[in-house]
């Protein structure tokens, strides 16, 4: 049996963001997303490869993974599409952007930093 393997050329994504960037111009900004760790690819290798080519934002799945770029001086602004409120907290400690995509979820984060305020 062979077993399963994910290269990632990091040449490669430079050449497909600069492919994109001539379609779309210099004027738009763009997000990588890099849930899920990279989809088991080396994801801080990848998202530290994003940020020198200039993209203007991350995105990723759990504040959990935009805590690990930050541990690994990803400096760019990150957001967290799945803000779960028990990691709240983690989303402050590492200057992380929450996606509060509910109403009931928008809620529960105000209540959260008001309490933190306080």
């Not at 990848?46 to 990803?74: F, I």
């Not at 409120?85 to 983690?90: A, K, T, W």
């Amino acid at each position: 049996m062979t077993a399963t393997r994910l290269e990632i050329d990091l040449t490669a994504l430079a050449h497909n963001i600069n492919f994109l960037r001539s379609k779309i111009g210099p004027q738009v900004k763009m997000m990588g997303v890099v849930k899920a760790f990279g989809y088991g690819s080396d994801a801080v290798a990848v998202a530290h490869k994003l940020q020198d080519l200039g993209l203007a934002y991350l995105a990723v799945a759990y504040a959990p993974e935009g805590a690990a770029l930050r541990n690994a001086g990803v400096r760019l602004p990150i957001l967290v599409l799945h803000p779960q409120p028990e990691n709240f907290q983690l989303l402050l400690e590492h200057c992380l952007e929450p996606s509060l995509y509910s109403p009931r979820l928008l809620k529960s984060f105000i209540a959260f930093a008001k309490a933190e305020q306080q």
